[in-house]
């Protein structure tokens, strides 16, 4: 059962979003301006990486990490690739050793990000190009992939991505009392997360930091089936510095929450 939630954790989890680095060392720059949110390029050009733990109750299920690769490019023109790995916690009764990544290829224009391309690697079975899903604009159609055979297609609705650009998306909402909407694809299926920042801020503690941050929630709902019966309820926390770090997260099922919180930042780009 731990394994089950685990392995498809991220595909409910991280649309809702995602050396110890202390407070001073992280980057984080605070503004008073609570009207100013970040926009892709500034997001882009700080070069993050992150790592988040993972927890059910007592047990920590495993670790996130997040980080920006250097650009590529699509068609000829630059792109970018965001990598999500998902490491399990082998100590956990049952649940074994699995390391997971999650390759991301996408550009953004004056509205949003969008993919290009998306597909999971299985590191702990070496099976590479376990699933991907091509984004085909030409013919507005979305084609998912397992193993290398194609298995569906779905219309394409903008702004398509695979999952984890919301990472970046849900940021340029934090701290503003506005509704957006984000149609996701993962795996043969479509989901729209929806979401409201608060205005009110909070003070929260994370090991990634020395000192309480001052942070703003979200509320939102993911509109998927999930394990242990996820509602599609869930909460996050960003950071009100001037990236809107995102710090936390809570997804309600049966039998609690799982709770993803920050351990981890460094901030590569310009400050």
Same mark, same amino acid.
């Given at each position: 059962?731990?394994?089950?939630l685990?392995k498809?954790?991220?595909i409910?989890?991280f649309?809702l979003?995602?050396?110890?680095?202390? @407070?001073?060392?992280s980057? $984080?720059t605070?503004?008073n301006?609570?009207?100013?949110v970040p926009?892709?390029q500034?997001?882009? !050009?700080?070069?993050e =990486? @992150?790592?988040?733990?993972?927890?059910?109750?007592f047990?920590?299920l495993?670790w =996130?990490?997040?980080? $920006?690769?250097? !650009?590529?490019?699509?068609?000829?023109?630059?792109?970018?690739? $965001?990598r999500t790995t998902?490491?399990?916690?082998?100590? =956990?009764?049952?649940?074994?050793?699995?390391?997971?990544?999650?390759?991301n290829? @996408?550009?953004?224009?004056s509205q949003?990000?969008?993919s290009?391309?998306f597909?999971?690697?299985?590191i702990?079975d070496?099976?590479?190009?376990?699933v991907?899903?091509?984004?085909?604009?030409?013919?507005?159609?979305?084609?998912?992939f397992?193993?290398g055979e194609?298995?569906?297609? $779905?219309a394409? =609705?903008e702004p398509?991505?695979?999952? !984890?650009i919301?990472f970046?998306? /849900?940021?340029?909402?934090?701290?503003?009392q506005e509704?957006?909407?984000?149609?996701?694809y993962?795996?043969?299926?479509?989901?729209i997360?929806s /979401?409201?920042g608060l205005?009110e801020?909070?003070m929260?503690?994370?090991?990634? @930091?020395?000192?309480?941050?001052?942070?703003y929630?979200?509320?939102?709902?993911?509109?998927?089936?999930?394990?242990?019966?996820f509602?599609g309820?869930?909460? /996050?926390?960003?950071?009100?510095?001037?990236?809107r770090?995102?710090?936390? /997260?809570?997804?309600?099922?049966?039998?609690?929450?799982?709770?993803?919180?920050l351990?981890?930042?460094e901030r590569?780009g310009?400050n």
């Amino acid at each position: 059962m731990m394994r089950t939630l685990l392995k498809h954790l991220w595909i409910n989890f991280f649309w809702l979003l995602l050396t110890p680095a202390l @407070f001073a060392q992280s980057g $984080l720059t605070f503004e008073n301006d609570r009207e100013t949110v970040p926009d892709m390029q500034t997001l882009l !050009d700080a070069r993050e =990486v @992150f790592e988040y733990e993972v927890r059910y109750g007592f047990f920590t299920l495993g670790w =996130v990490d997040v980080e $920006l690769l250097p !650009d590529t490019t699509w068609n000829g023109e630059k792109a970018f690739h $965001l990598r999500t790995t998902m490491r399990s916690n082998r100590r =956990v009764p049952f649940m074994g050793t699995r390391i997971v990544n999650y390759e991301n290829i @996408f550009q953004f224009n004056s509205q949003w990000p969008y993919s290009h391309v998306f597909w999971r690697d299985d590191i702990h079975d070496e099976e590479y190009d376990r699933v991907r899903i091509k984004f085909d604009r030409e013919e507005r159609e979305i084609h998912f992939f397992e193993r290398g055979e194609p298995t569906d297609t $779905l219309a394409l =609705v903008e702004p398509a991505s695979g999952g !984890d650009i919301i990472f970046y998306y /849900a940021r340029m909402f934090a701290g503003l009392q506005e509704k957006f909407e984000i149609p996701v694809y993962t795996e043969d299926m479509m989901g729209i997360v929806s /979401a409201e920042g608060l205005e009110e801020t909070e003070m929260r503690e994370y090991e990634a @930091f020395d000192e309480p941050i001052e942070t703003y929630r979200s509320d939102g709902v993911a509109d998927i089936e999930g394990p242990f019966g996820f509602n599609g309820n869930f909460k /996050a926390w960003f950071a009100t510095d001037d990236l809107r770090v995102p710090v936390e /997260a809570h997804v309600k099922v049966i039998f609690g929450n799982v709770k993803v919180r920050l351990i981890d930042y460094e901030r590569r780009g310009p400050n």
